[in-house]
């Protein structure tokens, strides 16, 4: 069977793998967003996640009383099974199944299944569902079941239940913490209709679920769910179609008086599944003229396709109008508590060049949480804005405070929190939004100085040896927690590369522009920053870090998460040499190799060309990958030394989510910065794109298993239409050899027929 490479599929029912298809067979639409849970199954793990949409709730935990705010599980629209005449309700796990299939259309955004089976009286009955959340109308949501009677004839009974009985459940170690986010359950029905509210606990946000079943039927209504009971007549050979359509409204949506009356009206006035699919489909085509990257592999096809479908399904244009940020684990599950770390590093780079608006409605998430950020930096003895390590409804740090080992079974005190780098990515994120469209509005500048500020008053003068210091920070590696770590490579050199940016942001928008004083200051520190360097000269990850341990990497090595294992020994990895993954080589992820020796020359550090290539050797052999990230930032920083270990990460990083290569984690969200960053090795580095002021630096290098390519973006107006294979790249026209390098000015990169692009 030759492989489509635009459809997920699966065939026969695997109860063990029905978590991870739940993940990975996730609707959505930017707003909201529904797993792929089967509506008919015993044991499941339904959820509905809308943007935005957090609760916080206390628990007590080791002694301690705790409160975690969390991206809340929301009633399940789904739920429909069936019955013959005398027979239990249809259950995948119970009843005996001829045939059973799912297939996830990734071209259409539409979950397909198909069920045969034969119930205890021997009679069989074929079943097909189709199910969309629409990209087309965000607030609606639809399941169409068509059944036929193969062998018999006569009543099937149909339930369909809007359940508010849901809690946050969805990641095991987790369940010690409470879950019940919902409160203020209400029913009711109004002729064809039935809906259920609810409200969150703490920040008081209602949420509205109208459902409208297109054939009559009787209505059982509790406190906390309410279903519809209906009886169709089936004979041989017939199919008969029942179609559950959905409305959700939230207390946050605009244009609206109130979430019931909402989602009442809009549900009341939704079209049938058929004009809907259109619509939805049509908003599908629109979204794939934009974003889709095709390369000749249909396995490697339809990998780049389903990661392109799940960052579109949560980061939507619907999007760019919501005040919400870039979840890590998607709106897929419950993993991180839907928060908003630094993975928007990984996703903006993509976005900038195709949907440049969903990427400024995320920058504004950031910039509407400044005053936050500026009160957190007080609060803390610095300047500027300090934006937490998770973030989630108002920009408070949200960071847990501790953390569950499930290999030791402690609960231990958790000082992620110390990752200030987040404030890094996000001016390196405004910064390439600026590069890629030619815009700096002036919150986009305020953010950058803002931040800027913070990192110059993090870091202090040691008059011992004449250079900046910053301390009791954690880097990207996030195994070394130890109090009074300083010197982080990774966040000094960032920082200094910051100020330099934001003096250049200054200029743009002089109405912003810092006291002379204050220049003068940053200028000194992007020349005296400290960065320490090992005894066979690479740099090193902090000041200490040659004087670690080695780890007994024989017996380690495919251990990704040594922190757990090791803690559940009695040992601790901060004594050892040993990354979670890319932290010193986040530097060459980020920087081009002459801008990153650039500063470290402008620091006094200058440094030979080979010093790169033996850093990422140094810590390619002590990193154990216990992050999807950390697969991309490799792959990418071997890309020009060793294609084929390069090749072996993006494979990696490719599999990451469709494999489940960190067994279980997926099934609890998909990892939405290694998605998007594979996508953006194909279009950034493996076909060498760097974003220039003037336009855009090419210098192609595919790797032998990648085969040819084809993608269009589009940089401040001009739409560059890209064609490569392993010899040569041609681009608007012009034929690059792979391996050469050329600048398209935005005056001379215009296409035949679009002069006017530039323009627009």
Known sequence: MV??????????????????????????????????????????????YVAGCYNRLTSPIAGRTVTNEDLVNLPDWLPLTFATPDSA??????????????????????????????????????????????????????????????????????RATLDGRVTNRGVARYRDLRGDHLTDHRTGSRDDLTWLTVRTRSSQITVALASRIDLPGDVEAEQDRITSHHVLDLVPGSPVTLTKVVALATSRDHAIHDARSAALRWVRHAPGFDAMLARHSSAWDRIWERAAIEVDSPELAQIIHLHVFHLMQTLSPHTADLDVGVPARGLHGEAYRGH??????????????????????????????????RRAARAAGFDGAMFPW???????????????????????????RLQRHIGLAIGYNVWQYYLATGALPEWCAELVLDIARFFASLAVLDPSCGRYEIRDVMGPDEYHTSPGLANNAYTNVMTVWLLMRAREAAELVPALRPADDELARWDDITRRMRVDFLDNGVISQF????????????????????????????????????????????????????ELLAILDRLGYPAEPDLIPRTVQYYLARTSHGSTLSAVVHAWVLARSDRARSWRFFAEALTSDIKDVQHGTTAEGIHLGAMAGTLDLVQRCYLGLEVRRDGLRVNPQLPDGLGAVSMALQVRGTRFVIDADNDSARINGATIRCGDSRTFTLETALIPGHEDAAAR
């Not at 492989?3 to 707003?31: I, K, Q, V």
């Not at 249809?90 to 034969?118: A, N």
């Not at 780079?349 to 400024?360: A, Q």
């Not at 080695?550 to 090791?566: I, M, P």
Request: glycine share 8%; with cysteine; aromatic share 10%.
């Open 3 to 48: 492989m489509n490479p635009w459809a997920l599929t699966y065939d026969g029912f695997d109860p063990s793998a029905e978590a991870l298809r739940e993940a990975l067979c996730t609707l959505g639409n930017g707003r909201f967003a529904t797993r792929g849970a089967t509506p008919d199954r015993q044991t499941r793990t339904p959820g509905t």
């Open 89 to 158: 309700w249809f259950c995948p796990e119970r009843s005996e199944l001829l045939d059973y299939g799912q297939e996830l259309d990734l071209r259409h955004g539409v979950l397909h299944r198909t069920i045969r089976w034969r119930d205890d009286a021997g009679r069989v009955t074929s079943v097909r569902q189709r199910r969309l959340v629409s990209m087309a109308d965000p607030v609606l949501a639809a399941l169409e079941t068509t059944f036929t009677a193969e062998n018999w004839s006569g009543p099937l009974r149909v």
């Open 340 to 373: 908003v770390f630094w993975d928007e590093l990984f996703v903006l780079p993509w976005l900038n060049l195709r949907f440049p608006e969903i990427s400024r409605g995320l920058l504004r998430y950031r910039w509407r949480r400044l005053p936050e950020a």
């Open 390 to 416: 998770q973030s989630a409804g108002d920009g408070s740090e949200q960071t847990q405070a501790v953390h569950l080992n499930p290999l030791s079974g402690r609960w231990l005190t958790d000082r992620s």
């Open 543 to 594: 000041t200490g870090y040659g004087e670690l341990l080695e780890l007994d990497w024989a017996r380690y090595r495919g251990v990704r998460r040594l922190d757990r294992a090791l803690e559940a020994t009695g040992d601790d990895v901060n004594r050892y040499k040993a990354s979670k993954q890319a932290d010193v080589l986040m530097l060459v992820y980020l920087l081009p190799a002459e």
